[in-house]
Nanobody
Framework: QVQLVESGGGLVQPGGSLRLSCAASGIVSINRMGWYRQAPGKQRELVATITSSGSTNYADSVKGRFTISSDNAKNTVYLQMNSLKPEDTAVYYC???????????????WGQGTQVTVSS
């Protein structure tokens, strides 16, 4: 019943920018939102997270270049990616740690992924 719809991926040259969005439906309460990525042959890794209170956490590889933000009223999380590098190429996945119903426990929910390719 829950659906996380991602958008904003694409092909960009090194040094360029992209803005990813992820909007959730079927969720009543979100504790934490985040972005993860997985490159071919690599494990999925944390990119950035943001709590409902606004606290953020970033992977060392993206600090100073990426910014995570959220609109809690719209159940939406964003990832602004600047100064992109070829090593940023991966499938980016949206994640939300949330409740589907007030009487259910929190659980992790994932988007389907969006491809980001950084190449000249």
């Amino acid at each position: 019943q829950v659906q996380l719809v991602e958008s904003g991926g694409g092909l960009v040259q090194p040094g360029g920018s992209l803005r990813l969005s992820c909007a959730a439906s079927g969720i009543v309460s979100i504790n934490r939102m985040g972005w993860y990525r997985q490159a071919p042959g690599k494990q999925r890794e944390l990119v950035a997270t943001i709590t409902s209170s606004g606290s953020t956490n970033y992977a060392d590889s993206v600090k100073g270049r990426f910014t995570i933000s959220s609109d809690n009223a719209k159940n939406t999380v964003y990832l602004q990616m600047n100064s992109l590098k070829p090593e940023d190429t991966a499938v980016y996945y949206c994640n939300m740690y949330a409740r589907l119903r007030a009487w259910l426990p929190e659980d992790n929910y994932w988007g389907q992924g969006t491809q980001v390719t950084v190449s000249s």
